[in-house]
């Protein structure tokens, strides 16, 4: 009934860009925050970008600000992670993830945490070549 499909990894040379999207289906979109997470060979998942209900705020980590840019359109329940600039420890499968996270209740800090976010995509791999 509730489903996140993901699409656009690859694998694309240091330098350059890639966009991954997200669509959800079975709620309504607009009730929910959306983030973006990744997780490497060996390593914990970790926070990547968020983004409110309304598409106004945005928050990323210090590794990918200035070079990856979260984006929403709530009229075709999509969400949107525009990488630039890649470098080799972008290497990850990303993941999308819904959580009724609201701005005026919360902090950054909730936005940056998986256990808040209840329906997670299947994940894309994206390999960035040296």
């Known amino acids: 009934q509730v489903q996140l499909v993901e699409s656009g990894g690859g694998l694309v040379q240091a330098g350059g860009s890639l966009r991954v999207s997200c669509v959800l289906s079975g709620r309504t979109f607009s009730n929910y925050a959306m983030g973006w997470f990744r997780q490497a060979p060996g390593k914990e998942r970790e926070f990547v970008a968020a983004?409110?209900?309304?598409?106004?705020?945005?928050y990323y980590s210090d590794s990918v600000k200035g070079r990856f840019t979260i984006s929403r359109d709530n009229a075709k329940d999509i969400v949107y992670l525009q990488m630039n600039s890649l470098k080799p420890e972008d290497t990850a499968v990303y993941y999308c993830?819904?959580?009724?996270?609201?701005?005026?209740?919360?902090?950054?800090?909730?936005?940056?945490?998986?256990?808040?976010?209840?329906?997670w995509g299947q994940g894309t791999q994206v390999t960035v070549s040296s």
């Open positions: 983004i409110i209900r309304s598409g106004g705020i945005t």
């Open positions: 993830a819904a959580g009724p996270i609201t701005y005026y209740n919360n902090g950054r800090s909730q936005y940056t945490t998986p256990r808040n976010y209840d329906y």
